[in-house]
Each structure stands twice: as C-alpha cells, then as structure tokens.
C-alpha cells in the first residue's frame, strides 16, 4: 500500500479555506511595473553602497543604471539602447545640434549656458581614501598626507604638497598608470580632491582622497589602489581604507554660467569667495562647498545638502578667446537624490540648455587648444587601443556619436545597432592593412587605427604620448626650423602714420619664414639627430593642425611632410607618392565658426616629426609663432595634386 494513500485527504471546504488563508501574490501586469516611480527605483540600485560593493567584487556588468536625470532625458534626447558601460546615456538632443548648442553657449547678445548631467562619467561615485591617524601623539594630518602622497607618486603624475590642495580648497587632475610603471602602462585620467570630513573624527586626524575616472577604469583603478593599500606598512601609524561615496555630477558651461548658478543656488559669490578675488579670475579647479535647500532634501539628511562647486577653466590663459566659452563654467557635485531637482531648477529658473555626448565632445573640440578627450586622445591606454581597433561595442557607439554630423539629423544614432560589428572586414586596400583598416560597425563603416604601426621603426611595444614638460624639446625644434619675420618700422613714427603703398597683409595670414643660415641650419640638425637619438620608446605627438584654404580635415585622414617644392612639381615623384611613409593621422576635426576656417587634431609619430624637421624649407610664421607646414591626403595612394595643405602645431 502506498503511503500516500494513508493520509486521509482533505474535503473541499477545508481546501478552499486553506486557500483563503494563503496570502496570494498575483504577479502585476506590464503596466504596473513599468510605473516610473517603480523603475527609477530599479535602476537606481548604484546610490547604495553595500549593493555596488558586491556588484565590483562579482564583476557584474549587466546591470542596467539610470542618471537622476533619465525620465527627463528619455523624453528630449538619444538615448544609449543597450547601455553604455552599464549606463543609460544621454547621447544627443532629438531637436537640437551640437552647432546650435555651440552658438548657445558662446552667444553675446542673448548669454546664456549649457548644463549637462555627466553622473555616469564619474560611474556615479567617487573613490575615496581615508587615510586616519592611530596615534594622536604624531603630527595631525601631516603624516597621512605624505603617505597618501607617496603611494600615489607610483601611479599617478600629481603632486599633492600644495597646501591649497591638502586643504580641500583646490582639485588637480592627473594620469594614473601601473604600478611603477611611467610612463607607459597608462589607465586613464583622474580628478583628485581632498573633502571634508562628515563623521565625528576630528579633521586634524583623519583626511578623505576622493578620486573620480571614468567608469571604463574604475575598477582597474580600484584594483590599484587595492594593491598599494595591501602593501603599505602594517606597523605605520596610518590606517588606510577604500570606499565609494554616491555622487551626481552636472556641469554648466557658457557665458553665462557663473550668473546662472549664484541666481539658482541663491547666493552672492562675494560672500563665498576670499577676500578680494574675482568670481571670473579663479583658478581651475577651485572648490568651493555650499548647503542648498531643494524639494526633496527635506527629508534627508545634512551631508546630502552640501553641494560642492569646482571652477572648471581649462584654458585660463587663453580665456579672452571666443573659443573657450562654450568650455568654460562650473561643476556641480552633489548627492544623487538632490540631482534630478537641481538639473531642474537650471533648466527651468536659469534657462540652461541640455546637452547631450556629442555636445559636449563638440565644446571640447572648439576650445583653443582643444581638450583632450578620453579615451580618444589616449591611445598609449588600453581603453584607448580599445576605442580605435573597433573591439569594443561600448566606444564604438561613442565613436559614432563623436564622429558623426554636428547637425540635428545624426542618422549614425538613430536605431544604431551595435551588435556584430566585428564581422566585416574590408581589405581594399592592402597598402592600408598595417596601420588603418575598414570596418563595419554599428550599421557603418568604421575606421580601425593601428597606431603601433605609425611609429618608426617599427614595434611591437605599446606606444607613448608625449605630454607636458617632456614635449618641449621638440616645440624647441619646431620653433627653430625658421626665423620670425622682423617688423619693419616698428620703432618709426613716420613709418607707423604713413599710408602703406601695398596692402598690409593681416597678422593672422601665415607667412613662409625666412630661412636660416647655413651654421644655423648644421646646428638645427644636430639637435635633431641628438633628439633622435635620445628616443628610447615609440612615441607620438599630439597635434593641432589649421587649413588657410579650402578643405576640412576628416578622421582618418593622413598628414604628410614636404620634402621640397621641385620634388612636388615631378611627375616621377607623383606616381611614387604611394610609397611614402605618413608622418601621422587626423582623429578629429572641421569647421570651427569662432576661428572662421577649419582646423582638427591629429597624431604624428616623434622621429618623424623630427626628420620632417631636419633641413626643411616649409617653415611657416604666424603671430609670432612657427608652425610645420604638411599634407593632408585622404588615403595612402591618394596623389600630389590633390593633398591639401595646413598648419602644423604642438599640443603638450
């Protein structure tokens, strides 16, 4: 007998009551879970610390995240579908260019300014090193300062021993790489910034590092930062820890972007300011902390009121120029649950207009120089090697917001597909396989850049860009390829009034400069060799390059040095030009409205920079400044006759 049939069962009644008693879960319909109350709470899961923690410990990247500001833009802009980075991303607005928001931002008659919510740009938080004294009897703060300052002399290029810095009163930005590794092995760059202490420690004993990069390198650089915590002294008076704080991040640029923030945020910039310093003469990265009062921080508590202001003036030396404008303003950090209210309030009460990736991409752009663009203007990283081979789906779709019309109509975002990017190859063209070949990627054809193929010689070594104080010596050579022409008369009254009796050529028109002198020429070229020569790593050189005609320089175009003006002209030399070596490559560029002429960026490769250097008679003067006059053609076999020519410059 079975056993079953021992159990006496239960009559209807009893069953029907039992099911009474069951509290029962009917599962909602599609509607009433997509409410968007519901949803934001779903996808906002990154604002608790404890549930991103596990998220970085199991390497989960299917997570779906929204900015504070995601309903707002979801409704006006081209949003990133699937997610970039685990991120929702607003891309670009539906109705609006970059090139209308660049007249927005740099309008004179009707000033106004830009606001963007970049919360998934810093990953929605910020790194922090907490570095506490155990041993009161030690110098306060000090001793954790130096050993905060040791530990990131080995990955990053910064120096925190300026008092202003330590003070929390001024931010800097610097590269991180591997351990021990400058200065190949690049991540990418950081923001660094000491904040205040919200807890009941004592500030005089314990000092928050906060670090905000990109979320491409977030958890490389938390491993990094893990490791050099492991490895730090056990028997040392300094405790140090890492955690995530939740940050939103927004940023105002334009003309005016200081009058709109001090109207929205009710404050008068004279009372937060040192005595005697002028809101509009700050220095860049200023920081600057207030406590504002919104809708929903009545119910929150004091540190989420606290909003941190951070002058962002790259170009503080060039800000009489129209060009850094639409670049030049203010960030805001703050709290996620205070975000979506402040965005709103700029928009609404300060006018600001919202812009989206390619916006944004675009101001950087305009600037004078241009700023670097991460990982674009990085390709000695791994996120950058990343971003030009075509191998990621995530920078790919970037690439396409990047590099596509600066109109409203951006057909490369509309219904992007980003899957099987990696297909197609094409292989038209032999000749271009080593250093640049062509794609099919997110419905396009897409350019893959090799740029270990571009250096010379030749290597398998990842290569370098050479970056502030250690490209001086090649805009040494650059500046003494020539002579500046001598202003005539200067010194002469009469020649000053006395109407010219040819038309004055404008300052701003480049002018060929005036050779050198043989003895100046034989010393010229020794620098060069001895420069050469001193070169241990394959290097290049980040370029600004100008069209005094017509043309517009393109992605992927590739830059060419002359070698003489009778070579040209030679038909033997026009059917050999295919096989000539580029001296680098376009990655961005086109018409700029504040300059009234084209103009890009580039990358060439340092020796042949220096040989395009050594003898040349293609030296060109331009405001007191020298520049590489250069070719720029549109493809490897592309001839003489129709290479276009430009304007080369340094950018350190």
């Known amino acids: 007998m079975d056993v079953e049939s021992d159990i006496p069962l239960a009559s209807d009644q009893q069953q029907q009551q039992k099911v009474k008693d069951v509290p029962q879960t009917k599962q909602k319909c599609r509607r009433a879970r997509r409410k968007p109350a519901l949803l934001k709470q779903m996808h906002s899961y990154w604002w608790n610390q404890q549930q991103r923690k596990d998220e970085d410990q199991n390497s989960a990247k299917t997570n779906h995240n929204w900015i504070p500001t995601h309903l707002w833009h979801a409704k006006r802009f081209h949003m990133s579908s699937p997610p970039i980075f685990s991120w929702s991303v607003p891309l670009l607005h539906a109705n609006r260019g970059s090139r209308a928001s660049l007249r927005l931002a740099t309008s004179q008659t009707t000033p106004k300014c830009t606001i963007q919510d970049a919360t998934w740009e810093i990953d929605g938080c910020a790194i922090v090193l907490r570095a506490s004294q155990i041993n009161s009897s030690s110098s306060p703060g000090e001793q954790a300062i130096e050993v905060l300052q040791s530990m990131l002399g080995r990955v990053a290029d910064i120096k925190l021993s300026d008092n202003s810095i330590t003070s929390g009163h001024l931010s800097v930005e610097g590269l991180i790489h591997e351990i021990d590794s400058f200065p190949a092995g690049l991540v990418g760059p950081g923001i660094f ?259 270990s193929c571009l250096v010379s010689p030749k290597s398998d070594q990842s290569v370098i860009v050479v970056r502030g104080s250690f490209g001086v010596p090649f805009l040494q050579l650059l500046h003494g390829c020539g002579r500046l022409p001598s202003k005539v008369g200067s010194d002469n009254i009469a020649a000053q009034t006395r109407r010219p009796r040819r038309p004055v050529r404008s300052s701003n028109v480049a002018v060929h400069a005036p050779p050198l002198s043989k003895g100046e020429k034989e010393v010229h070229s020794k620098l060069c060799q001895q420069l050469k020569a001193s070169l241990s790593l394959p290097a290049l050189l980040r370029c600004e390059i100008f069209f005094e005609g017509k043309g517009s320089p393109s992605v992927g175009d590739f830059i060419y040095s002359f070698t003489s003006r009778d070579d040209s002209s030679n038909d033997d030399s026009s059917k050999s030009s295919d096989k000539e070596s580029p001296l680098g490559l376009v990655v961005a560029g086109g018409f700029s409205p504040t300059r009234g002429r084209s103009y890009g960026v580039a990358f060439v490769s340092a020796a042949m920079f220096i040989d395009a250097l050594d003898g040349t008679e293609h030296g060109m003067a331009k405001d007191e400044q020298m520049f590489l006059e250069v070719a720029i053609a549109k493809g490897l076999s592309s001839p003489r006759h129709l290479r276009r020519c430009a304007l080369l410059s340094l950018l350190l």
């Not at 001090?262 to 009372?271: I, K």
């Not at 990085?378 to 191998?391: K, M, R």
């Not at 419905?443 to 893959?448: A, E, G, I, N, V």
């Open 193 to 451: 910034m000491f904040t205040p202490i919200n807890d009941d420690a004592p500030s005089s004993e314990v000092c928050l590092l906060s670090i905000f990069v990109h979320p491409a390198i977030r958890l490389k650089v938390m491993t990094i930062l893990t490791t050099l915590v492991e490895s730090h002294h056990s028997d040392s008076d300094i405790n140090l820890t890492i955690s995530t704080e939740p940050y939103s991040l927004l940023r105002v640029r334009g003309t005016s972007s200081t009058a709109t923030v001090a109207d929205v945020l009710s404050f008068n910039w004279m009372d937060i300011l040192p005595h005697g310093v002028n809101v509009n003469e700050v220095d860049h990265g200023t920081l600057l902390n207030r406590n504002v009062q919104v809708a929903s921080s009545t119910d929150c508590t004091q540190s989420s009121n606290q909003v941190i202001l951070k002058s962002h003036r790259p170009n503080r030396h060039h800000s009489h120029l129209p060009q850094n404008v639409a670049c030049s303003g203010w960030d805001i950090l703050c709290h996620p649950s205070i975000g979506n209210d402040l965005f709103q309030m700029l928009v609404r009460k300060g006018g600001s207009c919202a812009i989206g990736v390619a916006e944004d991409a675009r101001a950087q752009l305009e600037a004078s120089p241009p700023l670097p663009i991460f990982p674009r203007d990085y390709p000695d990283s791994a996120e950058g090697q990343s971003y030009w081979d075509g191998s990621s789906n995530d920078w790919t779709l970037i690439r396409s917001c990047i590099e596509g019309s600066w109109g409203r109509n951006n057909k490369l975002l509309r219904r992007s597909q980003r899957e099987g990017c990696d297909e197609k190859v094409s292989t038209e063209e032999p000749e271009t396989l080593e250093l640049v070949t062509t794609g099919d990627a997110s419905s396009r054809k897409t350019l893959r850049i090799h740029w």
